[in-house]
């Protein structure tokens, strides 16, 4: 058997090291489907806890046309069924079949930063929910 070359051996540590483990990726999508689950609840303490703090703030300083803080029911599609989780490092995207979350991973848990996002080709998601 042929060992692969030394440089090789080094980057492809890197690039396995970089996914995140299965755990991790369930984890990722327990957060987004919890949040998603408490849109209609939005303004209840355990609906904020599942956001990002900046994502909280934004919520708080621009509550959208209902002009309460935080989500209303209706501001968020239901999520549907999950189409895939990418988890790397602390920062993660949750596409489900009608959304896609990103979720970033705090000391106390995984938290919402985006929701509610849109695909744009060759461009940044267009999220409708998201911190600063």
Do not use: N, Q
Not at 51 to 62: K, M, V
């Amino acid at each position: 058997m042929r060992r692969p070359p030394a440089l090789l051996t080094p980057l492809a540590a890197v690039l396995t090291g970089c996914s995140a483990s299965d755990a991790e990726r369930t984890a990722v999508t327990a957060a987004a489907l919890r949040s998603a689950g408490h849109a209609e609840a939005a303004r209840s303490a355990a609906a904020r806890r599942l956001l990002a703090p900046a994502t909280r703030e934004a919520l708080t300083r621009d509550p959208g046309p209902s002009c309460e803080p935080g989500v209303s029911h209706g501001a968020l599609p239901a999520p549907g069924r999950i189409r895939a989780t990418d988890a790397y490092g602390r920062r993660a995207r949750v596409v489900l079949e009608h959304d896609t979350y990103f979720v970033t991973r705090f000391p106390d848990g995984w938290k919402v930063r985006a929701a509610d996002c849109t695909p744009r080709p060759e461009r940044p998601y267009d999220c409708r929910v998201k911190g600063d």
